[in-house]
């Protein structure tokens, strides 16, 4: 077993431990936060050991930490995280595949994603770093996804782009050769007819631009 540090403790965090668990690679040594009021609590037995700035300290003293996942669920929040974390410390985020997910050799898939149970990766997708693909969604052939996308359960993906930053949720259907911009929401059960522009959050059938997205 591959030990690792976990971010985060809430929602998310305990869906990654429970893929962690099944993949049966890595070894969670202890859980970080960045919320005070957590720190010494257990999370389905691990321990909150300390905040997430702790790292740098954490990794000094243990050399048997080799990686990290960031069990963090709020999008920007991972973003930002990521980036601190490639700056200041030389451990690498590891992929959570779960068992019953399919990743095609001919695939290239980046660092820290999380693959669910029931998830495919087919031939010549692209996936980058931190993404999530929940259960029921395959990422179809020669696909491009960036990096820290979250692509919810059961989405149906004909498209060519996904960009970076960008939500699709559950149940949408992104059409064929449709593109994604980066930093977008396609909303639960939307349905991707024309291509989507950056900055913009769509809903409906056939999707429409309801208005921009701040990120």
Not at 27 to 33: A, R
Not at 88 to 107: E, F, G, K, Q, R
């Amino acid at each position: 077993m591959i030990n690792i540090i976990l971010f985060g403790c809430g929602e998310h965090a305990r869906m990654v431990i429970d893929n962690i668990e099944e993949q049966k690679i890595y070894k969670i040594v202890g859980l970080l936060t960045n919320d005070h009021t957590e720190l010494n609590k257990k999370i389905y037995g691990y321990d909150v050991i300390g905040l997430d700035a702790d790292i740098i300290d954490i990794v000094a003293k243990d050399s048997s930490i080799k990686g990290y996942f960031l069990g963090v669920g709020n999008m920007k929040a991972r973003a930002k995280l990521a980036e601190w974390l490639d700056k200041n410390i030389a451990l690498d985020a590891v992929n959570i595949i779960h068992p019953t997910c399919i990743v095609s050799s001919h695939s290239t898939v980046g660092k820290g994603n999380l693959f669910e149970a029931y998830t495919k990766i087919a031939n010549g997708a692209v996936v980058g770093n931190h993404c999530i693909v929940n259960s029921f969604t395959a990422i179809n052939h020669d696909q491009i996804v960036g990096n820290n996308v979250l692509i919810a359960g059961s989405v149906s993906l004909a498209g060519t782009t996904i960009g970076d930053n960008t939500i699709i949720a559950d149940g949408a259907s992104i059409g064929f050769k449709r593109k994604v911009g980066k930093n977008c929401i396609i909303g639960d059960g939307a349905v991707v007819t024309k291509d989507i522009p950056d900055n913009v959050i769509a809903y409906g059938n056939p999707a429409k631009i309801i208005r921009n997205n701040d990120w």
